[in-house]
Nanobody
């Protein structure tokens, strides 16, 4: 079983930056593809970035060139650096691991507003 604890969210002005972090417990972290999702009010959860065990990453068009996903296998953490934030980035952000039917964490709220 893998559990996720997300942190780093907050209120930021448009154009600002935030760095989210996720601590994942459980075995096999270094072998798993890790991902960040987000869910805005009234909308479905959206996959925005994933990072493979070799470090390669794929991004949704909505965040490409603004967000960067990274991982530290020694610490079992996955981060999301978010730059040039927009009001439409406002959502609860979750991390997750592919390859299992795990429970979602609590997420961390990101609000982009002036």
């Amino acid at each position: 079983q893998v559990q996720f604890v997300e942190s780093g969210g907050g209120l930021v002005q448009p154009g600002g930056s935030l760095r989210l972090s996720c601590a994942a417990s459980g075995s096999g972290f270094s072998l798993r593809t890790m991902a960040w999702f987000r869910q805005a009010p009234g909308q479905q959860r959206e996959l925005i970035a994933r990072i493979f065990n070799n470090g390669g990453a794929i991004y949704a068009d909505s965040v490409k060139d603004r967000f960067t996903i990274s991982r530290d296998n020694a610490k079992s953490t996955v981060d999301l650096q978010m730059n040039a934030l927009k009001p439409e980035d406002t959502a609860v952000y979750y991390c997750y691991a592919f390859g299992g039917n795990f429970s979602w964490g609590q997420g961390t709220q990101v609000t982009v507003s002036s």
